[in-house]
């Protein structure tokens, strides 16, 4: 293979990367304020991916067009849901967290069973199917859209945390719920404020994901999985830690592909997965317990 073609894989690799770090995000903010993991996080951004493609049907409309409806929503769902039934199961510990989520991505696989079928959907629209080169390079127009995506997002989330009441707030939270609470901080409330933000940024991530690749309903899983891998990888709740994980993870699956077939590019990433954490244990951007 000549060094142009290794080049192209190493930079559509990078622009996936973004994509996945764009996944992560929503499980890294969850992770890092209420301290639990969303089992169910992958089936929520295919939830919004269905949800894209119901409004796309509706209205005849882009689905970058319909996200500016669906990303309201899925702020009020996870609000909502945090506010309603997380707050409560937060006092019974982490294993209870861990089988409601788990519960919530079984319903929800299971009614977007019933109302789509298993049939293949997609939101790929035809000017992301557009050939570019650029000199002997050959990016794709779908991943560079993750990759644009993710650095917007992650600007956007880092200023809410630095600069606004709000997300200093959640952030007191997460380093001492008792202490905020002395300030007057109610840590029940943050937390539904970051539900809701965490829910919106995978939302957006789910109409990414569905402009790039087909979806089923019980793709959640596997997004779910990609989206642990990268948030452990960069440091558990550290947003610059799930961007960094996202482009390592992206790499992996293009070369993993590229050296050792589709079969076994999980397998690969997993791999790199367990090798930095081998040399870091607490991830990339962690902190020592």
Do not use: W
């Amino acid at each position: 293979m000549d060094l142009v073609s290794l080049i192209n894989f190493a930079l559509n690799g990078l622009l996936l990367g973004g994509l996945f770090a764009i996944t992560a995000f929503g499980f890294s903010i969850i992770a890092g304020i209420m301290k639990i993991i969303n089992v169910a996080h992958g089936d929520f951004a295919i939830l919004a991916a269905y949800l894209t493609l119901s409004v796309m049907n509706l209205m005849k409309v882009d689905p970058l067009f319909a996200l500016i409806i669906v990303a309201p929503i899925m702020f009020g769902l996870g609000f909502l849901l945090q506010k309603i039934l997380m707050n409560r199961m937060l006092p019974k510990g982490a294993n209870q967290i861990v089988m409601v989520t788990f519960a919530l991505s079984i319903i929800i696989q299971n009614i977007l069973l019933l109302l789509f079928t298993y049939d293949a959907r997609s939101l790929i629209p035809p000017y992301l199917l557009v050939n570019i080169q650029l000199g002997g390079l050959n990016p794709s127009p779908r991943y560079m859209l993750g990759f644009i995506s993710a650095l917007t997002i992650f600007a956007i989330i880092y200023l809410i945390f630095k600069r606004t009441f709000i997300g200093k707030a959640m952030r007191a939270v997460s380093l001492d719920s008792e202490a905020a609470k002395m300030v007057g901080i109610k840590s029940e409330n943050m937390y539904s404020y970051a539900a809701g933000l965490a829910f919106l940024v995978t939302g957006v991530a789910g109409v990414l994901l569905g402009m790039v690749f087909t979806f089923y309903p019980d793709s959640g899983s596997i997004y779910t999985l990609l989206s642990f891998g990268v948030v452990v990888a960069g440091g558990l709740g550290s947003l610059k830690g799930s961007l960094l994980g996202g482009l390592i993870m992206g790499e992996a699956l293009v070369f993993g592909g590229l050296f050792f077939g589709a079969r076994f590019q999980l397998i690969f990433c997993y791999l790199l997965v367990l090798i930095i954490l081998i040399i870091r244990p607490q991830g990339i951007f962690g902190r020592k317990l």
